[in-house]
C-alpha cells in the first residue's frame, strides 16, 4: 500500500525536497493533495507531474490562471486559507506534511490532527505558537506528530527503540548561521544579501534569517519542549559549526545518543515519510575522513538576543511564544523587505513582548487575537523605523 501524502506549502524549499523524496519513491508515497500559497507557475508543473487528487491555492486571485492552465486534467481545484485547512480532512489522505511558513501553518494543522492525519511537521511555527493546544488534540485524537525538522528528526532517531527510558536531556545543535563570532557593531550593518547566505543548509528566505538571528534555534527549543515533553532546563543548544551532528539525547544513566549526516533536508524529510521504516537510498554518505574536526561552542546570547528572547518566552509560556512568533514573522518580513535593519528584528520582538498582554492559558480564539495584535503593534513600529 502506497502511503498518500498531502504536501502543504510545496512550492517552498520543503515542499520541492519533499517532492524530490517522492519521486524516488514512487512504489511508497503517492501525492494526494499539494497546496500553495502564490506561486502558482511551480504549482501547475509539480500537478502535471504528480497528478494529485487535489490541489489548493492560497492567494484566491490565481484561481482562474490555475484552472485554466489546468483544465483538462483530472485534478480538482480549490483557492483560499479555508479550502487549505479544510483538505487535510480527505478521507484518502495518510501523512500531511506541513511545510507552509509561520502561523499559517496553525489551523490545517489542527484540523488534520482532528481528522486523526499522521502529520510530518515541518512547520515550527505551528507548535511555537501552539504547542498546548495542539498537545491536547493530538492525545485526544491519538495521532502521531513525525518530526522534519532536521534537530527533532535527530532527537526523535534518537529516541527510537528507548521505550519508556527517560530522558536526562537534549542537546540541539546549531550552525550559528552566517554571522557566528560577530558583534553587535558588525550585526548593525549587515545586508540582507548578507543574512540570506547561509553556510550550511539551502532553506527558504524566512528562516534563513531565522538562522541568522538564531531565532530557530529558539523555535527548535520550544517546538522541542512540546514533541519530547521536556522542561526548558532539559533543553541545552551547542553550536556546531559543520552541522553534522544534528542533535543529541542524553539518558538517565549519562550516556549520550548523536544522529549524524550530511546537512540534506530529504534525510529526515524521509525518515518521516517511510517511518517506521528505513529506505535505501543514493544520498551522499558522510565520511569522517572529509571532517576530520567537528566543533562545538556556546551560543552567544549577548550579539544574539534573539535565542534568550525564546528560553524567555518559553518559561513565561500562554500566549507569550505567540507573541514572539508573529513579532518575528512581522520583523522579518520587514526585513526581508528592506524596510528594517538586522538589528531592529530584536528590538521589534522586545517591545511586543512587553506590550501584548499576557494570557496564561490561551484558546485558539485568543491566539488569533493575539497574533492580529502582535502584528498591528509591530508595523506602527516598523513604520516608525523605516530605512
Ligand atoms: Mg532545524
Redesign the pocket.
Known amino acids: 500500500m502506497k502511503k498518500r501524502i498531502a504536501l502543504l506549502g510545496s512550492t517552498g524549499s520543503i515542499g520541492t525536497q519533499t517532492l524530490d523524496v517522492i519521486r524516488q519513491f514512487p512504489d511508497k508515497f503517492e501525492v494526494e493533495v499539494l497546496t500553495a500559497y502564490n506561486n502558482i507557475d511551480l504549482l501547475i508543473q509539480q500537478a502535471i507531474e504528480f497528478v494529485p487528487n487535489t490541489i489548493v491555492i492560497g492567494n484566491e486571485l490565481k484561481y482562474k490562471e490555475l484552472t485554466d492552465a489546468l483544465s483538462g486534467l483530472p485534478v480538482k481545484i480549490f483557492a483560499g486559507s479555508d479550502a487549505i485547512s479544510q483538505v487535510v480532512e480527505m478521507d484518502s489522505i495518510d501523512i500531511v506534511l506541513t511545510a507552509m511558513v509561520g502561523f499559517s501553518g496553525l489551523l490545517p494543522t489542527l484540523n488534520a490532527i482532528k481528522a486523526k492525519k499522521t502529520i510530518a511537521l515541518a512547520n515550527?511555527e505551528t507548535l511555537v505558537v501552539a504547542g498546548e493546544l495542539i498537545k491536547k488534540s493530538v492525545l485526544e485524537n491519538n495521532v502521531k506528530i513525525l518530526p522534519v525538522?532536521?534537530?527533532?528528526s535527530a532527537i526523535f532517531q534518537c529516541l527510537a527503540g528507548e521505550g519508556y527510558n527517560e530522558i536526562e536531556k537534549i542537546i540541539l545543535t546549531a550552525s550559528g548561521g552566517p554571522f557566528r563570532g560577530k558583534n553587535v557593531d558588525f550585526l548593525k550593518q549587515v545586508t540582507l544579501e548578507q543574512a540570506l547566505k547561509h553556510p550550511n543548509?539551502d532553506m527558504g528566505a524566512k528562516?534563513t534569517i531565522d538562522s541568522a538571528t538564531l531565532m530557530?534555534?529558539g523555535f527548535?527549543a520550544i517546538e522541542a519542549k512540546w514533541l519530547f515533553d521536556l522542561k526548558p532546563e532539559q533543553i541545552d543548544i551547542v553550536v556546531h559549526p559543520q552541522s553534522i551532528i544534528h542533535s543529541l539525547v542524553q539518558f538517565a544513566d549519562g550516556s549520550l545518543k548523536a544522529q549524524m549526516g550530511l546537512p540534506d533536508m530529504k534525510l529526515p524529510i524521509l525518515y518521516a515519510l517511510a517511518y517506521p521504516e528505513r529506505l535505501k537510498t543514493n544520498f551522499p554518505r558522510f565520511s569522517f575522513i572529509d571532517y576530520p574536526e567537528l566543533h562545538f561552542e556556546k551560543p552567544d546570547l549577548k550579539n544574539f538576543k534573539n535565542l534568550a528572547l525564546a528560553y524567555f518566552a518559553m518559561d513565561k509560556a500562554g500566549n507569550m511564544p505567540c507573541i514572539l512568533n508573529a513579532a518575528n514573522e512581522a520583523a522579518v518580513y520587514a526585513f526581508l523587505c528592506k524596510k528594517i535593519g538586522f538589528l531592529d528584528i530584536t528590538d521589534i520582538i522586545m517591545q511586543a513582548m512587553h506590550k501584548v498582554n499576557h494570557i496564561k492559558h490561551p484558546g485558539l480564539d485568543e491566539l488569533i487575537q493575539t497574533d492580529n495584535e502582535t502584528r498591528m503593534y509591530c508595523e506602527t513600529l516598523i513604520n516608525r523605523i523605516i530605512i
Request: glycine content about 0%; cysteine-free; charged content about 50%.
Open positions: 515550527k525538522d532536521s534537530e527533532h543548509w528562516i530557530n534555534k527548535e
